[in-house]
């Protein structure tokens, strides 16, 4: 089991003496306000056209969100909204493929229940998603380290702060809770399903 683990937006502190893994949100205001002011000046100075400046200025804080990827609100915010919006998502739905989401700090930080089998599948576990749920086609579904088992070896999402996987989880979770199978193997999938 990683104690440590770093994704785009987050750091994952795992705690097992404690049974919960801490996930803290990547704050990078140095990039973000180099996005806010000094990107811009740099290019706008050096033509002189500082209208461009104050368009640019009015899209960054009006028109991006922390989704707009190399936004300045991107680099501030995204890590906290993903924390926040998967503790939400966990109280409103506790659907049974979720990883409970304990506590949110404001999203600054969550505290998750630790993972309690890491998934291993003889294949890359995205394929299995893509059959169950068509939908699945999005980063999250891609890496077994988004997932684990728990102790019944039910399958159980620990990252689910993006908008899209939420999506499925409303849209398929069920199906892919009831159908998922941790030996499964593409190999002798396709030997069995010959296209």
Known sequence: MKLYDEGTTRIVIAVPLLGVAIKIARINPLKGLQRLFIFPLKYTIKKGNFKKFWNYLYRETTECNSRS?????YYLFRGINANWQE???YLKNRHPLLQPTYFSFFGLFNIQRIAYKPLITKSECGCQFIILAPRTLTHGFES????????????KFLDYGDEKIRKVIISDGDKIYQQFDPDWDYEEYKKSHPD
């Open 144 to 155: 077994a380290a988004n997932f684990c088992l728990d102790k019944n070896d039910k399958l």
């Open 87 to 89: 503790f939400w998502f």
């Open 69 to 73: 990827i190399n936004s300045s609100r």
